[in-house]
């Protein structure tokens, strides 16, 4: 079993930043992949980016590369999400989730790879 928690969300202006945490208990932390996704009103959950249980690879959607980091902390047992450059585009509940049965390198981007997924945390972007 895997619980995780996000944070960090708020309301941010256009071009603005902010950084999400994913902290996460259970399971030994350094075993699994985390992903990020994000779902906003009325559209379906899609997938931002992950990290590999190894932390060595990262895997971003098209609409966040070069904008989006994720990076985890071990000794934390917490992944983060660095957003910049916000665009009101972005405006959606982020969640976080455990993948606990990929390979050490996968960075997993579907949602069936994903066991266990956090609560969500609201990000806005104002225009």
């Known amino acids: 079993q895997v619980q995780l928690f996000e944070s960090g969300g708020g309301l941010v202006q256009a071009g603005g930043s902010l950084r999400l945490s994913c902290a996460a208990s259970?399971?030994?932390?350094?075993?699994?992949?985390v992903g990020w996704f994000r779902q906003a009103p009325g559209k379906e959950r899609e997938f931002v980016g992950s990290?590999?249980?190894?932390?060595?690879?990262?895997y971003y959607s098209d609409s966040v590369k070069g904008r989006f980091t994720i990076s985890r902390d071990n000794a934390k047992n917490t992944v983060y999400l660095q957003m910049t450059s916000l665009k009101p585009e972005d405006t959606a509940v982020y969640y976080c989730?455990?993948?606990?049965?990929?390979?050490?390198?996968?960075?997993?981007?579907?949602?069936?790879?994903?066991?266990?997924w956090g609560q969500g945390t609201q990000v806005t972007v104002s225009s």
């Open positions: 259970g399971r030994t932390f350094n075993s699994y992949g």
């Open positions: 990290i590999s249980w190894s932390g060595v690879r990262t």
């Open positions: 989730a455990a993948d606990v049965s990929g390979s050490y390198h996968h960075t997993p981007v579907t949602l069936h790879e994903y066991d266990f």
